[in-house]
């Protein structure tokens, strides 16, 4: 499915080539419809071509969202509510239901709501429980594999889901989550010692035993089960041979009745030659810094890693404390020596130079380029 963006001053949109309009009684349930989970398009032509254009405003979609992080339960939880109760909704009002559109692409999450939006597309040519399973397929790969919870909720719905009714959903949700823990709720004394770091009887009855000391035999050192570091009973063990040594002035050898005596060689200075490093031959990844030139309380920005998210959200790698700034404003990746941003769908929009990037375009950064985050100036350097 071709999918294209539009962003203007006040609304960004999302372009889909058009499949079947909805029918005339269709509209009019769809009038009346009551819901905050579902975006419905208008209809219309571009160049002679059926398009349908959403209003995404302020929305991000899943498929960026996961970009930058990890499926954990609690999103996992509310994608998956969100299915089963717009169902609901679509049924109620005898829409029909495989026109929900289930694409990474097409799942958005409202900034201000909080919630998760699904889009309706009637003509879209698959059944519903098909793509809900190649929607799990995808979200299995971006999930986040040491949230136990998370992972039980995925393989659960992965598994049972599409081999019955979505509103299966509901019930899947409800089950208490279970693990050789115990249930969240359950009393700690049902972890077993070992796994709660508890040393077992046995262990502490050991740690409990007093160290048995050395003793000190015809000039010969005994360590016996005494806790002592490696090195402090290689350092003892030197210093009587090399005592023993110095009073034989010679090498003692072995004779029948006679131990071993060792004597350690004396160690020889070493000397490491390190070669000269040109300064020219050091590779350093290079660096960007967004430089403020506003007349707020925001601070000059450092892109580092290959990733960096900038936003008013505590959380991003690139804080910006502006009330017009969204919570996950822009983006910018680094590709070798070049810097790029992207709008992630802000509110107050991204311009580069002066002029406003659509969703999901990403633009190439100039050496002394100018940065709008909505109102707030930032220099490239």
């Not at 709720?185 to 502490?204: F, N, S, Y």
Request: net charge negative.
């Amino acid at each position: 499915m071709e999918i294209a963006y539009n962003r203007s001053l006040m609304t960004s949109s999302m372009i889909l080539e058009a499949g079947e309009a909805p029918a005339e009684w269709e509209e009019r349930m769809i009038a009346n419809l009551k819901t905050d989970r579902v975006l419905f398009g208008e209809w219309g032509k571009e160049n002679g071509r059926a398009r349908v254009w959403y209003d995404i405003t302020g929305k991000q979609s899943l498929q960026q969202f996961l970009e930058d992080a990890k499926l954990g339960y609690d999103l996992l939880a509310d994608l998956l509510f969100g299915i089963y109760e717009t169902v609901e909704q679509t049924e109620s009002m005898l829409l029909c239901t495989d026109a929900i559109l289930l694409m990474p692409e097409t799942i958005f999450l409202d900034y201000r709501s909080g919630k998760v939006i699904f889009c309706y597309y009637p003509g879209y040519g698959k059944t519903l429980p098909e793509a809900f399973a190649v929607l799990m397929e995808y979200l299995l790969v971006h999930l986040d594999h040491g949230d136990e919870k998370a992972v039980k909720l995925a393989y659960d719905a992965y598994g049972r889901i599409p081999k019955g009714s979505i509103k299966m959903l509901a019930d899947l949700l409800c089950t208490p989550y279970e693990s050789e823990y115990g249930t969240d709720d359950g009393p700690a004394d049902t972890v077993p010692a070992q796994r709660r770091g508890e040393p077992e009887q046995e262990e502490m009855q050991r740690q409990e035993e007093p160290p048995k000391h050395s003793k000190k035999r015809d000039g010969v050192l005994l360590i016996w089960k005494k806790k002592v570091r490696l090195p402090q009973v290689f350092d003892s063990v030197c210093k009587v041979c090399r005592g023993i040594w110095e009073k034989a002035g010679r090498r003692s050898s072995r004779t029948d009745g006679e131990g071993y005596v060792f004597a350690p060689e004396e160690d020889e200075p070493s000397s490491v030659m390190r070669p000269t490093v040109l300064l020219q031959e050091i590779s350093r990844p290079p660096e960007g810094i967004l430089r403020y030139e506003g007349n707020g309380a925001c601070t000059d920005l450092k892109i580092e890693g290959e990733s960096c998210v900038i936003g008013s959200d505590r959380t991003c790698e690139c804080y910006v404390p502006s009330a017009t700034v969204s919570r996950r404003h822009a983006r910018i990746t680094r590709r070798g020596e070049l810097f790029f941003i992207e709008d992630l769908n802000s509110a107050n929009g991204t311009y580069v130079g002066g002029a406003l990037l659509n969703y999901r375009t990403r633009m190439s950064l100039e050496k002394n380029e100018i940065i709008l985050l909505a109102d707030e100036k930032f220099r490239f350097i």
